[in-house]
Structure formats: C-alpha cells, structure tokens
C-alpha cells in the first residue's frame, strides 16, 4: 500500500479504506498483512487481494468534439461516410458504448450502434444542400448511462473531372492494440487513406497483402474497418504485422502500402500450473527453522502482471511449521520438526495465483517426509527384572525375552542387545531378539543368585544406549539326598531308667532349601519292639521303654532313616549300635541253697570239703563274686577260699565232739 489508501485495525484485523480508490487508475490492490504475537520473532503474512469495483463515473469520450467529412454527390446508398469512435475507461457494461445518431438528420444517414459507422441512407444532391449537420452521440450502458457528443459536418461536392496524379497515403496509426478475449469481429483498427484525387480517382479501396495467411483478420475494403475473422490467444501470438494496401480507382490506380503492427494484449485467460502435481522431498528433523525444504515452481503463459506469480500455503495440517517465500516458492521450516512427533506432512494446498484481475490460482500436493536422526535411546520396559527359575532348566533354555523400543527409525531404531557384568558364564543373550539363555546347568547349591545388567544399543552412528537390571533367583529342585554327617553311630544307656531318655542325636545335611531341604528322621529297622523312639525334625534318639542289660545287651544294627519333604522325597540311612549299661541290680545266687557234705573224723587238716557256686546275671564287677562264711565257723575249723568258693578243712575233726557243722555263707 504505498499510497497510503488503507488502514489495519492492529487489534481486531478490519481493514479500511483511508482515501478514495479509482477503479481506472488500479482496479486490483494486493495487501501483505503481517500478524505477530507479542514481542515473538514468529510471525505470519498473508495476502489480501481487494478488487476495486467499477462504477460508472466516466462518460464516453470522442477523440475530438467535431468533425468534418466530404464526400461526393455521386456515392450510393450504403457507402459508409464516417467512423465514430469514443472511449470510455469504466469497465464492463459502464464501458460499453452504443452509438446513434441525435439529430434530424437521421433521415439521411444512419450508423451501426456497435462499430460507429455512419452511412448514407439515400443519395444526395449538392445543388439541393451542400452541407449536413450531424449529431452523433456515445452513450455507455451504466446506470444512469452518461453520454457525449460529437458534431460532424457532412459536405456534398460536385464531382469534377480529374486526373490520377496522386497516390492515396495513410493517415491512420500504424500500430493497434487489441485485447485477446475479443469476440470474433470485433473493430481491431481503423485503416485511413487520404487520396486528394476528385471521384473515383480519390475513391479509395483497402486490401491486406500479406500476414493474414491464417486469416485472423477481415478487411472492408471499402470503409477501411479492420477486425478479427478469428478469436485471438495472446499466447499463441502476441503480434501481427500486415501489409496493408491503398488503392485508388483511377486509372491507372495509384497505390501505398502500410505495415500495420497489431499487438494483441494479455487478458489473464491463462491459469498459473505447477510444473508438478505432487511435489515429495524429505528434511532431516531437528534442524534450526528456516531449513530450505523444496521450491515449487508454476508457469502462467499470460505476460505482464498477469503472468507474476505469488505462492503461500493454505491452511492445512502442520502447515504452521513451514513458511513459503511468496516469490521464489521455497519451501523452508519455520520450526524444528520431530519425526517421531510426526514423520510426514501431507499438505494439500500449495497455492500460487498470479497478479491478474481477477486473479487466477491453482494448487498442488506437497509430502514431506522427516528423515531420523539418531536423537532418541532404546528404552527397556522397566528398569529392572526380578526373575526365578529352576535349577534343573537344560542348557539353552530361554528364561526371558527381554525387548526395548526406540523411537527411531531405520538403523537408528534396530536395537541390539547384550549382558554386561560377570554372569559367571552361566547367561547369555540373543542380540537380536533380546531373549535370554542358560549357557550351562545351573545350581542352586553353587550359586543360588545372578545380578547382571542387559544392554540395549541402537544401530546410529552415535550408538546411544540404556540399561536394566537382571535378578535371576535359582529355585531349589530336589536333586541333593539328605546325608548323615557319620553313616556309624555308638551310644550306650544305663539299663533301667525310666522310658523316654535321650540317647543320641543323629544329624543329616541336605543342600536343598525349603520343603527339598527339610529333614525328618524315622527308625526304618531293628526297633521291632518299639523299644526306641526318634524326634522326626531333631534326630534324638531315646528310649520308649526300660531297658534290661540281662535281656538284651546292646542293639547293633538299628537303621536310621533321613528323608527331605520335597517330590519325590530323597532320603540315606546310617547305623546306630546302642550298648546297654549293666546296672548292679542282680544279687549272686547260689547253684544250690544248701550244701550237705559227709566227712570222716579222721580226715586230715587241708583236705578239701566242698566247694560253693553262686552266679550273678549283671556283667563286669557286678558279677564278680566273693565268698565269705557269716556263722557256724566259730572255733575255726574251716577255711573258705573267697575267690572260688573251695572250703578246706583247718582243724582236726571229732566225730564225739561236734557231730554236724552248719556253716552259713554269702556271696557278695
């Protein structure tokens, strides 16, 4: 707006006219508006195309507001006389001129409202009126129409006898201009040739001779009237150049020529076209704005302002993060895209319209493409992973499939893993699936946990990666047997406590853990009688009833039994000998209660007897006897032996003295 004829509301946007607008002198205006929020470096532009409406404030104007013309008394009816021709610079129907004739002299001569040619209606006679006055009047087809006049001055002259000493010579332009969007014959020019000769000598005819091969254009030889045989494409030709001749009709005919120049001027009956429908191209993301994208390019075959193109993007999806270069048609950012925000811009309007009034535009398709950059990581699920699983897995068994994601693409999105830290060499991992493998058997009892981390890593360039944490926790599988810490136990026991005395604990390791690892203790053999009972979780044995060392000594092969509570239950025995403890609880008794001996008086002193006998069921020094005589052995006769029991004889025997001895002993 460099004149300064409009005004923007800043606020609400309302354009407004400042000073008064002539549709004559610019009947399109094209605004550039600037929108900008705030204090931001981003703003926006449009383009607002305002055209300026006709009305019709111009009346028909005539190149001269008189004229005069002679012609001869000899012409006939229909000879044409005289071109009127007006302008008007309204446009449209305010433009439109029709032509009459407003004087009374309407009887004599008559005009085409449309081509402004006068003719003769009748033949005059000079002697009768030598000169006509006629008023001509342009009249345009506004509303109200607006008119002007023209006075032309008609002379009759009597024909006098001449001779063809002159040659006719042009008077009209050699140049003519004529719209391209004219109907076929439309006044194109006006050819005038002047020939001062009097009669038939100055009677002038026209003819093209060359440059209307294709017959664009129709001559009236007569009037000199030039217009178009043809519709008219100022993109097809722009510019005609025909030799036009005059000829007289003297005899000899005398002649010119004249090269007529017609320019055929542009209409915009042309619409602007993309070299291309579909403009595709690609634009790495994370670019400053201002990144050139693509530049579209339209040709309009008009000329002038009519052919000056200006480009935009309509609105549409993402079109905000491009800016157009209405001139030039390059395509830049006008903000730093993300691919994984969005990867592609489908933008169905990229507009061009050329500077025409009115304008004519067209569209085409732009699809935008946002190559990767290796901008994001690979993310695991979680950040760690707490896993259990059983320690008999064969090797190669998967025990989890790991999976990370990566918003990239292509390479920069192909994630790859690995184990970093020490798996001790029991895990693997597939680097490509992510699943995770036992590369060997596993045992709880050697390692009973696995801490180690699992790489994920992109295939950019930049190889950015992450990490999570692995737990794998062996479960126990029932795979070790309870084992005795001896396979041979020995305990002793004193014979006739009370029941229920421990004897020995017994005690089985088992490697397992939980149920596989717990331990309970059973008798499987050699307690027939029940004669012993075990605690199942402590392995104490104990007695379950009084023992008797004179019934039973010692159990030898009394078979303990450990098994775990896992499934199927494993188990080991051990062997325990119990020896049983003689307690002195036996008296000795004698082989006999009494002992009756006959002996002669006349024995002699040391001769043997007797000899007493006693046992004694206990065992060791509880069994051990000695003899001693308690009575009946006052005055000494006898000796007994306390070690065997032998009794002998120490004094002399008589018969009359002492018939019977009766000697107690005891054995202790």
């Given at each position: 707006d460099p004149h300064g004829k409009f005004s923007i509301d800043p606020q609400f946007g309302i354009i407004s006219t400042k000073k008064q607008l002539d549709h004559e002198a610019q009947s399109v205006v094209v605004l550039t508006v600037q929108s900008q929020l705030g204090n931001s470096p981003i703003y926006s532009s449009t383009q607002v195309n305002i055209s300026v409406t006709d009305i019709n404030d111009n009346p028909p104007v005539f190149l001269t507001k008189s004229d005069k013309v002679t012609i001869s008394h000899t012409q006939p009816p229909g000879t044409a006389v005289y071109i009127a021709h007006a302008e008007d610079k309204d446009s449209g129907l305010n433009g439109a001129i029709k032509y009459s004739i407003a004087s009374k002299q309407s009887n004599?001569?008559?005009?085409?409202?449309?081509?402004?040619?006068?003719?003769?209606?009748?033949?005059?006679?000079?002697?009768?009126?030598?000169?006509?006055?006629?008023?001509?009047?342009?009249?345009?087809?506004?509303?109200?129409?607006?008119?002007?006049?023209l006075v032309l001055t008609v002379i009759i002259e009597e024909q006098k006898m001449d001779m063809n000493d002159n040659s006719p010579s042009f008077t009209s332009s050699p140049l003519s201009y004529v719209m391209e969007d004219v109907e076929v014959g439309f006044l194109v020019h006006h050819i005038i040739a002047k020939d001062p000769d009097a009669g038939r000598n100055g009677e002038v005819t026209y003819h093209i001779l060359s440059g209307n091969e294709n017959k664009t254009f129709v001559l009236d030889k007569i009037t000199g009237l030039l217009t178009t045989g043809q519709l008219l494409d100022h993109e097809i030709q722009e510019c005609y150049s025909l030799t036009v001749m005059a000829l007289d009709d003297g005899s000899p005919a005398l002649s010119a020529t004249q090269v007529l120049t017609i320019v055929v001027l542009?209409?915009?009956?042309?619409?602007?076209?993309?070299?291309?429908?579909?403009?595709?191209?690609?634009?790495?993301?994370?670019?400053?704005?201002?990144?050139?994208?693509?530049?579209?390019?339209?040709?309009?075959?008009?000329a002038g302002l009519n052919s000056l193109l200006q480009y935009e993007i309509l609105p549409g999806a993402g079109y905000e993060k491009f800016k157009m270069n209405s001139d030039s048609g390059e395509l830049v950012t006008a903000a730093s895209l993300d691919r994984e925000t969005q990867e592609v811009f489908s933008i169905k309007g990229s507009?061009?319209?050329?500077?025409?009034?009115?304008?004519?535009?067209?569209?085409?398709?732009?699809?935008?493409?946002?190559?990767?950059?290796?901008?994001?990581?690979?993310?695991?699920?979680?950040?760690?992973?707490q896993i259990s699983v059983a320690e008999d897995l064969e090797e190669g068994s998967a025990i989890l499939d790991l999976s990370a994601s990566d918003e990239d693409d292509g390479p920069n999105g192909e994630v790859m893993y690995s184990l970093i830290d020490d798996t001790y060499g029991a895990f693997a991992i597939d680097s490509v699936m992510g699943s995770i493998v036992t590369t060997r058997a596993l045992d709880r009892e050697t390692k009973s946990q696995y801490t180690f981390r699992a790489v994920a890593s992109d295939?950019?360039?930049?190889?950015?990666?992450?990490?999570?944490?692995?737990?794998?926790?062996?479960?126990?599988?029932?795979?070790?047997?309870?084992?005795?810490?001896?396979?041979?136990?020995?305990?002793?026991?004193?014979?006739?406590?009370s029941p229920k005395i421990d004897i020995i604990q017994v005690f089985a390791t088992d490697l397992d853990s939980g149920l596989n690892g717990e331990t309970?203790?059973?008798?499987?053999?050699?307690?027939?009688?029940?004669?012993?009972?075990?605690?199942?979780?402590?392995?104490?044995?104990?007695?379950?009833?009084?023992?008797?060392?004179?019934?039973?000594?010692?159990?030898?092969?009394?078979?303990?039994?450990?098994?775990?509570?896992?499934?199927?239950?494993?188990?080991?025995?051990?062997?325990?000998?119990?020896?049983?403890?003689?307690?002195?609880?036996?008296?000795?008794?004698?082989?006999?209660?009494?002992?009756?001996?006959?002996?002669?008086?006349?024995?002699?002193?040391?001769?043997?007897?007797?000899?007493?006998?006693?046992?004694?069921?206990?065992?060791?020094?509880?069994?051990?006897?000695?003899?001693?005589?308690?009575?009946?052995?006052?005055?000494?006769?006898?000796?007994?032996?306390?070690?065997?029991?032998?009794?002998?004889?120490?004094?002399?025997?008589?018969?009359?003295?002492?018939?019977?001895?009766?000697?107690?002993?005891?054995?202790?």
């Open positions: 004599v001569f008559s005009i085409d409202p449309s081509l402004g040619v006068v003719n003769l209606t009748r033949t005059v006679f000079a002697e009768k009126q030598q000169e006509y006055i006629v008023h001509i009047a342009a009249e345009d087809c506004g509303s109200p129409p607006l008119t002007s006049l542009d209409v915009n009956d042309e619409t602007p076209v993309f070299l291309k429908q579909l403009y595709e191209t690609a634009v790495h993301e994370n670019q400053d704005p201002g990144q050139f994208v693509i530049k579209v390019e339209a040709v309009d075959r008009d507009s061009c319209h050329d500077l025409g009034s009115p304008s004519r535009s067209s569209t085409a398709q732009l699809y935008l493409t946002v190559l990767d950059e290796n901008d994001h990581s690979p993310l695991f699920a979680k950040t760690q992973y295939c950019g360039t930049h190889f950015p990666r992450s990490t999570t944490v692995m737990t794998v926790l062996i479960q126990d599988v029932n795979d070790n047997v309870p084992k005795f810490q001896q396979s041979y136990y020995k305990a002793s026991v004193w014979e006739g406590q309970e203790y059973s008798i499987l053999s050699g307690n027939e009688n029940a004669t012993f009972l075990i605690d199942s979780a402590r392995g104490i044995l104990a007695t379950n009833t009084g023992l008797d060392y004179e019934n039973t000594s010692s159990y030898r092969f009394l078979v303990v039994l450990a098994s775990d509570r896992g499934t199927p239950s494993l188990n080991s025995t051990a062997t325990v000998l119990i020896t049983v403890l003689d307690v002195n609880d036996n008296p000795p008794v004698f082989s006999s209660p009494e002992y009756h001996v006959h002996v002669k008086e006349s024995i002699p002193i040391g001769s043997h007897i007797t000899q007493v006998s006693a046992k004694d069921c206990d065992a060791g020094t509880n069994a051990e006897i000695t003899y001693a005589i308690i009575s009946g052995n006052d005055r000494g006769h006898f000796y007994l032996d306390g070690r065997t029991g032998s009794v002998n004889l120490l004094k002399t025997l008589d018969y009359e003295d002492t018939m019977k001895f009766t000697l107690i002993i005891q054995a202790t």
